[in-house]
């Protein structure tokens, strides 16, 4: 089983940077989907991007292409979530997500299949 455990969370005025991490242990193989998703009071569980750890692939919610980026390095067993430009509409709890195999930009609208989730980091955007 994957442990993971989510990082860089806080409150921010709107326009500025921001990096959190997932940190994850307990893996076997190489081939996993990580994944980033969002949840607002009040909304459903939002995927926001996910990385295949095989190969690099990456898909975006079109919320949040061309501002988040998500990343991953190998070395040290984490999972990044740039995000720039943030929005009060960004405010959410952040969850990191893991599954084994592959997938495709379906595993955005998918939070089912994935098998193991990080604790949550809240992010708060004010204006």
């Known amino acids: 089983q994957v442990q993971l455990v989510e990082s860089g969370g806080g409150s921010f005025q709107a326009g500025v940077s921001l990096r959190l991490s997932c940190a994850a242990s307990g893996y076997t193989g190489t081939t996993y989907c990580m994944a980033w998703f969002r949840q607002a009071p009040g909304k459903e569980r939002e995927g926001v991007a996910t990385?295949?750890?095989?190969?690099?692939?990456?898909y975006y919610a079109d919320s949040v292409k061309g501002r988040f980026t998500i990343s991953q390095d190998i070395a040290v067993n984490t999972v990044y979530l740039q995000m720039n430009s943030l929005q009060p509409e960004d405010t959410a709890m952040y969850y990191c997500?893991?599954?084994?195999?592959?997938?495709?930009?379906?595993?955005?609208?998918?939070?089912?299949?994935?098998?193991?989730w990080g604790q949550g980091t809240q992010v708060t955007v004010s204006s």
């Open positions: 990385l295949l750890t095989y190969g690099g692939t990456t």
């Open positions: 997500a893991a599954k084994r195999g592959t997938g495709g930009i379906w595993l955005l609208a998918s939070p089912q299949v994935f098998s193991d």
